[in-house]
């Protein structure tokens, strides 16, 4: 049994509760049996979805659900998750398996799904022990995570029936007009003034967008989970968001994280990637990395780079709109208008060619 103090899950006095027994009584009603005398633990990472550890089936296994109050456009898909899940089983086995999936909102207020269980090291901000003395850990890190990412943008979309997820052509373009609209919003409607300047800028430099390739579209070192020994990938989680699109972009969603030691302030706030340790590469060595192992052009990334920040920033911002407006306890929110403001100016920097 896990301890009540991991620090992979939420106390138990802090956990968003369910309505288990109506979910055992659904799960019933499809053949599966959701053991209620297991103490079901919500994991702790993350800032959207709610994700819970629970036995079906005598199985361990991971229940996804959006989180409370109203959610952007698009975003905490869990059916789009599963059909994802369920399509990638034979040929990108980083993808755990998806176990059952409802758009039944009768049972916990929104649609859910359950998937398989993977257990590992999850690396956030901090490098773990017993590998933070490691003088290669950087480059083992960032290696791998070059590698999964080319294997992902290396499955063919239509081998794995994904052929008509989202919509590809246009693809960068649509993204900028979305989170504009996502800015104005998070803003309460006054969006900072750099704003209509970053998006004059991505149409004044528009980049050429490369064969659609099926996306994570939230690519991070917190959605690897790894082996606690070899650092080996076990899973690639997070799939919500998932699409099809110019592959660039799950590199510059991976950047947007990447914080180096001479960044400004904002980017180590973010506290998402211990990039920053030496030993780490830098992001244009990530970027030539990428080039070479997936042997796809790189012309032009400084588009991508500018939108995936801009992205970086709104995200943030509508974090901490959500913990103002919805009563959430997460401490960390309480701080991130700030921080959302700083990855904006970031966003501009790296638009004009003052940080790559």
């Not at 340790?277 to 042997?295: K, L, Q, W």
Request: overall charge negative; aromatic content about 8%.
């Amino acid at each position: 049994m896990t301890s009540s103090h991991d620090p992979a899950f939420h106390p138990e006095s802090s956990q968003v509760g369910q309505d288990w027994d109506r979910l055992a009584r659904h799960l019933a009603g499809q053949g599966l049996v959701f053991d209620t005398t297991y103490p079901v633990r919500q994991f702790s990472g993350g800032f959207g979805n709610l994700n819970y550890l629970i036995r079906v089936d005598d199985d361990l296994t991971v229940l996804r659900r959006p989180p409370p109050g109203p959610l952007s456009p698009g975003a905490n898909d869990m059916m789009r998750e599963a059909r994802i899940l369920t399509g990638l089983a034979d040929l990108f086995p980083l993808a755990p398996a998806c176990r059952y999936r409802s758009d039944d909102t009768s049972v916990l207020g929104a649609p859910f799904l359950i998937m398989e269980y993977r257990p590992g090291l999850v690396v956030r901000g901090d490098l773990p022990d017993p590998h933070r003395q490691r003088p290669d850990i950087g480059d083992i890190l960032s290696s791998m995570l070059i590698d999964v990412i080319t294997t992902l943008h290396a499955v063919d979309p239509a081998a794995v029936g994904l052929d008509d997820l989202g919509q590809p052509n246009g693809f960068l373009m649509r993204t900028a007009q979305g989170w504009a609209q996502r800015a104005d919003r998070a803003w309460d409607g006054n969006p900072p003034a750099c704003v209509p300047e970053i998006l004059a800028w991505l149409e004044r430099h528009p980049a050429p967008e490369g064969r659609a390739a099926l996306l994570h579209n939230d690519y991070k070192i917190d959605n690897m989970i790894l082996d606690p020994t070899t650092l080996a990938p076990q899973a690639l989680i997070d799939w919500d968001l998932g699409t099809r699109g110019d592959p660039l972009w799950d590199l510059a969603v991976l950047l947007s994280y990447w914080s180096e030691p001479d960044d400004p302030a904002a980017m180590h706030a973010l506290g998402q990637m211990p990039s920053a340790c030496p030993g780490f590469p830098r992001r244009r060595d990530m970027i030539e990395r990428y080039a070479r192992t997936s042997a796809r052009p790189v012309e032009g990334i400084r588009h991508h780079r500018v939108l995936a920040q801009f992205r970086l920033a709104v995200v943030f911002r509508q974090i901490f709109r959500r913990y103002r407006d919805s009563g959430e306890t997460n401490a960390r929110a309480a701080d991130f208008d700030g921080l959302a403001d700083g990855l904006m100016d970031f966003t501009t920097d790296i638009m004009a060619g003052r940080s790559d």
